[in-house]
């Protein structure tokens, strides 16, 4: 009489991870506008090498990692689970803010001018004025010790606007709790080809670029 070995019936009954089941490859989002269309505020090279470099890596980068953590799962191995997490937190945050970074900016008339509606008087409420917001939003994020990101953002529990920054890739939400409203890269790759290492002139040019109607559209949203 035929009879199944006991650790191959034991395995007939194990379950697949249910991360296995839902895992879906990232993929490079589109740029909504062309690579030279934010000129002359950020140049046509450096747009297209942010977006098919290093976009690109952090999306390549987190489907491997990825892959990794659902064979991590299968194998029952919690080291390796645990290993891989620095993994998934920079190369996703670098998808996620990246993602972001590129929907809140828009070439001319769309981008640059200043907010509207309730944004605008949130703002103003916050900081006395729109330039006072810009002065302290670009004098924190030009004080980002090495790379990072300087952050609009809305804090949910307090119902209020901030200024906040994160260092590396690290996302906002995930990491403070805090919703970006518009975020700014501030990484050397962002601007050193064209503002070589003043990152103070590459912060007074992007307000020119920013699309205050997809921020009015995540306050909007946040505050709900």
């Known amino acids: 009489m035929f009879r199944t070995a006991p650790r191959a019936i034991a395995a007939a009954f194990v379950k697949p991870s249910a991360f296995a089941g839902l895992r879906y490859k990232h993929t490079l989002p589109a740029l909504p506008y062309a690579y030279n269309a934010l ?26 990692a990825e892959e990794q953590l659902g064979q991590a799962f ?8 645990i290993a ?21 900016m828009a070439p001319k008339p769309q981008g640059g001018g200043e907010p509207k509606n309730e944004l605008k008087a949130e703002i103003e409420k916050t900081w006395g004025s729109f330039a006072a917001f810009k002065d302290k939003f ?3 994020s030009a004080a980002v010790q090495g790379s990072g990101w300087g952050w609009l953002a809305y804090d949910k529990e307090g ?37 070589k ?10 307000w020119e670029v920013i699309n ?13």
Request: no cysteine.
């Open 197 to 206: 290492n003043v990152r103070p002139d590459y912060l007074k040019a992007i």
């Open 74 to 81: 299968q194998n029952r191995d919690v080291d390796q689970e």
């Open 159 to 195: 119902k209020h606007l901030e200024i906040a920054t994160t260092q590396n890739q690290d996302p906002l939400k995930p990491t403070t709790g805090l919703i970006p409203i518009i975020g700014v890269d501030v990484w050397e790759h962002a601007y050193y080809l064209q503002y």
């Open 138 to 140: 670009s004098a924190k």
């Open 39 to 64: 000129e002359p505020y950020i140049s046509k090279e450096i747009m297209e090498i942010h977006h098919t470099k290093h976009h690109q890596t952090y999306v390549n980068n987190l489907n491997a």
């Open 212 to 224: 205050w109607e997809v921020a009015e559209q995540r306050f909007n949203k946040a505050r709900k």
């Open 84 to 104: 891989i997490q620095s993994a998934l937190k920079f190369n996703g945050g670098g998808h996620i803010n990246h993602t972001l970074f590129w929907e809140n």
